[in-house]
């Protein structure tokens, strides 16, 4: 089970939710008068993100509400953080996580820029989250590596 956890990104959890919200979100067509469907200028899971999800009344008398876009970039943070942990190991499975999480960044850059549910800020904020995850991913263990290394070797 360990090995499957240090192989296996987080950040594809919350890719995968957007993906469903995605697929069974449904889409938003716009009639004008004559019955023709109208291009939208917004991507059709924009009002689907845009929904509340959570509000929390503050003590200031205001009330603090967090959307459903909110949640998957909150959730997709925690990951992040957990991956950048993650990739303090130097062992083969760190390889494999830095590997398939390129896969995952690549993945969501052709879904940003290809298909129309993905053209929203969350899913940007995403994308980027998985393109730090690979940059950080690599870099912190090749520190760790380095250091590693100069501790075995005396140097």
Known sequence: MRLIFGIFPLLVIPVVLYNLLAAFGGSVQVVDASGQIVQTQAAPLASLLSERFLGLPMISGVEWELTNGDAIVLLAVIFLFLEILKSTSTGTATIVNHGISLL????????????????????????????????????????????????????
């Open 104 to 155: 995952l960044f690549i993945l969501c850059l052709v879904q940003f820029l290809l298909m129309p549910n993905f053209a929203t800020s969350t899913f940007f904020i995403l994308t980027a989250m998985t393109l730090l995850d690979v940059l950080a991913g690599v870099i912190v263990t090749i520190v760790s590596a380095r250091r590693d290394f100069g501790v075995a070797g005396d140097v």
